[in-house]
Structure formats: structure tokens, C-alpha cells
């Protein structure tokens, strides 16, 4: 019964989720397997619910601890976001932290889904990316990357609904000017709700896309 009504109250919490934490059996000598389960922290629940608000599909994701600097906490495992008038399909995307999901949420529908609109006539159906956690270094040093707590994401391109494909490797330096437009664009708009933003003119590492992240202030190339 207890079981249960932890598994209700988180449904009831994430609302507009696609999925919700499943809910362990009981330990008894006859069960042989059991689900994993866990029961998100408040401060978690919070940005949760805030997520679940931009309608965004998600399924919150158990705490770990790899050692050596890296680790997941308070992470989903985002499914899609919502644009204006559709859904936002995300690809390559593995964890990434629930407060980095919603900012990442607010800026491609307010940011990139508008941008593709009004720039270049068609709005954004799906964002390529190259994922969200990842237990490594800050390219070329000793230090660990943002990408090593789930706090960072790496976004590469564009799907629009008419089908183009707008990379960051080919489109910001590129022949279109509307599609230079819509990348400054929209890396301008990232830079005002991330705290660092990385992209082509950074350097050569970041040629083929834009790295998001939370923590920093206003660091933004
Ligand atoms: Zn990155």
C-alpha cells in the first residue's frame, strides 16, 4: 500500500511526464527480480514539476555516483519538448540535469522554434545533438567538463518542418545568409539563459556545435 501511494503522489507530481518512477515490490525471499526504484529529493521534485510545466516528455532518472568527479544527479532523460504549436523531437540526447532540461526547454521554443519561424518560414521540428552526460575532460586539460555531472549539452543541428537541415557545422559559416542569421541568432538567445555558451567562433572544437551550460556568467563565443 505504501508502495502505491508513493507511485500515485508521483504521478501526481509530474503531471504532464510521459513516465513516471516505477514503484519497487516488496522485498520477499520469493521475489527473484524487482524493479529499481527511487523517490526524488524535494528540491528535485521541484524542478521536476517546473519541467513538467513547459510540457516537456521526460523520465527522471535515479542518482549516481561514478567517482572520479563525475556523476548524475537530479537528471531526466528528456523524450521531446514542446514549440509553439508541436511537439520537438531531440536526438543523441542521453541524461542531462533537470534544471539544464528546462532552460533547455525555454530557449528552443522561445529561442530556436520562434528564430525558425520568423528567419527562415518554417518552425523547428527536432533538435540533433551529441548528447548530455558525459565522464570526461574539458578538451586539452585536466579539468572536468560540465558534460562529466549532466550539466552541459552539445547541440548540432536543426530539423525544420519543411525539411531542411540546418548544422552548425555547415550553416554558420555557410552560403545562406538566412541560415547565418538564424544560428547567430539563436546562439545570441542561448547566451541569455545559459550562463556559458560555446560555439564555432569559440574554437575549432566547437566548430560543429554549440555547447549549453548553466553554471558561468554570461561567458558567451
Ligand atoms: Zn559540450
Known sequence: MRYR???????ALLGGCSAVPQARAPQKSTVTRSTQTFTPRP???QCLASLGATRAAFT????????????????VQLASL?????????????PVACPLAETLAGWA??????????????????IETMGGYACRNVAGTSRRSAHATANAVDVTAFILADGRR??????WSGASAAERRFLTTIHASACKRFGTVL??????????????????SAFCR
Not at 501511494?5 to 504521478?11: G, H
Not at 527522471?60 to 537528471?75: E, H, I, M
Not at 509553439?84 to 540526447?93: F, G, H, K, M, S
Open 5 to 11: 501511494a508513493i507511485f500515485l503522489a508521483s504521478l
Open 43 to 45: 528540491e528535485a521534485r
Open 60 to 75: 527522471p532518472l535515479p542518482d549516481q555516483n561514478y567517482g572520479a568527479g563525475c556523476s548524475r544527479v537530479n537528471t
Open 82 to 94: 514542446q514549440g509553439d504549436q508541436a511537439r520537438l523531437a531531440l536526438a543523441n540526447l542521453g
Open 109 to 126: 521554443r522561445f529561442g530556436v522554434d520562434r528564430a525558425a519561424r520568423q528567419i527562415l518560414g518554417s518552425p523547428l521540428v527536432r
Open 166 to 171: 540546418i548544422s552548425v557545422l555547415n550553416g
Open 199 to 216: 560555439g564555432p567562433a569559440y574554437n575549432a572544437a566547437h566548430r560543429d556545435h554549440l555547447h549549453l551550460e548553466l553554471s558561468g
